[in-house]
């Protein structure tokens, strides 16, 4: 008798064991999809992406690796300076969690106002003066102006005849290779004291336009020795030809840098030349008495390229503070679900959209930062290819 209880309460704990199993598969397999479900939900550009974990590790300090290394080897909180503190954990889970961040109200008031998501942007490296309230807004012309023939002034149609006159006396130059691009996606993006208009949203014109500032970067850029091509297709006006909205224009101008990459291999640099719509006093600096059209260096990062254009940007970035200071408004990082995000630097790994100037400069300033952002960057291609040249 003890023996057959003994086989049957065996049974029992067997029949237990497998339910609790099934039981265990089940819930498993729930939690899997769910986990799954949660992971796919996430919106563009609130996944977990090599240029979010820059951003938050941009945010650390010094200190807070010296605290971290002070949990091991006590000899390195000696070295903090007395008002230090520890890094705060919470504040660091917090943003990981909910995606928003403490300081930045933008991560929160972007999901609550409408429109108010086309201020997202990180700055990567502020130059002076630069902070959240004036980085470089892209923002569509109305239609009507889009489509109305505006009038320039007789000074800013003389300017576009002496570039053209210069163009024609440049020599050929890296051994008759062109090895740098400019492209304007926003080609006819212009400057109120160059037309008869004293309205920002009407600053636009087929010729005298944001083109005649990537022509004379790319004819200073040859006087350093340094072949240049500049695409003269009217981007904004195959963008109508295709019945494409204002914010496609990097999709039409993909096109054509594309199809600039098959016919020369020698390109090696691409520069997407722009103007931004803040006002004079934000994009304007006094260099020995001489006023220059400040500019900024925009990366987009919902692309593999991200770090290293950011790195072009930085370099140029840098040559600038050191020999024109104030010049550069720093370097900008657009990405998420809001912006292009790529502006076809996804194409080459040395790529950079520039602004020149606000709306309310006039051409000879942007001319002026032309020159200057030609030199630097001369001086930093010939360093870095001494040996092509």
């Given at each position: 008798?003890?023996?057959?209880r003994?086989?049957?309460?065996g049974?029992?704990?067997n029949?237990?064991?497998?339910?609790?199993l099934?039981?265990?598969?089940?819930?498993?397999?729930?939690?899997?999809?769910?986990?799954?479900?949660?992971?796919?939900s996430?919106?563009?550009?609130?996944?977990?992406?090599?240029?979010?974990?820059?951003?938050?590790?941009?945010?650390?300090?010094?200190?807070?690796?010296?605290?971290?290394?002070?949990?091991?080897?006590?000899h390195?909180?000696?070295v903090l300076?007395?008002?230090?503190?520890?890094?705060?954990?919470?504040?660091?889970?917090?943003?990981?969690?909910?995606?928003?961040t403490?300081?930045?109200?933008?991560?929160?008031?972007?999901?609550?106002?409408?429109?108010?998501?086309?201020?997202?942007?990180?700055?990567?490296?502020?130059?002076?003066?630069?902070?959240?309230?004036?980085?470089?807004?892209?923002?569509?012309?109305p239609?009507?102006?889009?489509?109305?023939?505006?009038?320039?002034?007789q000074?800013?149609?003389?300017?576009?005849?002496?570039?053209?006159?210069?163009?024609?006396?440049?020599?050929?130059?890296?051994?008759?290779?062109?090895?740098?691009?400019?492209?304007?996606?926003?080609n006819?993006?212009?400057?109120?004291?160059?037309?008869?208009?004293?309205?920002?949203?009407?600053?636009?014109?087929?010729?005298v336009?944001?083109?005649?500032?990537g022509?004379?970067?790319?004819?200073?850029?040859?006087?350093?020795?340094?072949?240049?091509?500049?695409?003269?297709?009217?981007?904004?006006?195959?963008l109508?030809?295709?019945?494409?909205?204002?914010?496609?224009?990097?999709?039409?101008?993909?096109?054509?840098?594309?199809?600039?990459?098959?016919?020369n291999?020698?390109?090696?640099?691409?520069?997407?030349i722009?103007?931004?719509?803040l006002?004079?006093?934000r994009?304007?600096?006094?260099?020995?008495?001489?006023?220059?059209?400040?500019?900024?260096?925009?990366?987009?990062?919902?692309?593999?390229?991200?770090?290293?254009?950011?790195?072009?940007?930085?370099?140029?970035?840098?040559?600038?503070?050191?020999?024109?200071?104030?010049?550069?408004r720093?370097?900008?990082?657009?990405?998420?679900?809001y912006?292009?995000?790529?502006?076809?630097?996804?194409?080459s790994?040395?790529?950079?959209?520039i602004?020149?100037?606000?709306?309310?400069?006039?051409?000879?300033?942007?001319?002026?930062?032309?020159?200057?952002?030609?030199?630097v960057?001369?001086?930093?291609?010939w360093?870095?290819?001494?040996?092509?040249?």
């Open positions: 008798m003890r023996k057959k003994q086989l049957r309460f049974v029992g704990v029949r237990t064991s497998i339910k609790k099934f039981s265990l598969f089940i819930i498993g397999i729930m939690g899997l999809f769910i986990f799954t479900g949660i992971l796919t996430f919106e563009p550009g609130h996944g977990l992406a090599s240029n979010q974990i820059h951003e938050w590790s941009s945010t650390i300090k010094g200190e807070h690796f010296l605290y971290l290394l002070g949990m091991e080897n006590h390195f909180h000696s300076p007395d008002d230090s503190e520890p890094p705060s954990i919470s504040s660091v889970l917090f943003e990981i969690a909910t995606s928003i403490p300081n930045d109200p933008r991560s929160l008031l972007g999901r609550e106002l409408p429109g108010f998501a086309l201020f997202d942007g990180s700055i990567l490296i502020a130059g002076e003066g630069t902070d959240y309230t004036n980085i470089p807004v892209e923002s569509a012309p239609m009507d102006v889009i489509l109305a023939e505006r009038e320039a002034t000074e800013s149609l003389e300017r576009l005849e002496q570039l053209e006159r210069e163009r024609e006396e440049i020599e050929e130059s890296t051994d008759g290779r062109k090895v740098v691009h400019i492209i304007h996606s926003h006819t993006e212009s400057f109120l004291p160059e037309l008869e208009t004293n309205e920002p949203n009407e600053a636009f014109h087929n010729k336009n944001i083109t005649l500032v022509e004379k970067l790319s004819q200073e850029l040859e006087k350093r020795g340094i072949g240049t091509e500049v695409e003269e297709r009217d981007i904004q006006e195959n109508r030809e295709k019945g494409w909205n204002y914010p496609q224009s990097y999709d039409a101008s993909r096109n054509f840098v594309e199809e600039a990459m098959q016919e291999s020698d390109l090696q640099y691409f520069f997407d722009h103007r931004d719509s006002p004079r006093d994009t304007t600096v006094t260099i020995n008495n001489e006023e220059f059209a400040r500019t900024v260096f925009v990366i987009g990062g919902n692309h593999e390229n991200y770090e290293e254009n950011y790195q072009l940007a930085k370099s140029l970035h840098n040559e600038l503070e050191e020999h024109y200071p104030g010049l550069s720093g370097v900008i990082l657009k990405d998420g679900p912006t292009n995000g790529r502006f076809n630097q996804d194409l790994s040395n790529s950079v959209l602004e020149f100037g606000g709306v309310e400069n006039t051409l000879e300033e942007t001319y002026r930062a032309a020159e200057a952002v030609a030199e960057f001369a001086e930093f291609y360093d870095h290819h001494a040996v092509d040249g």
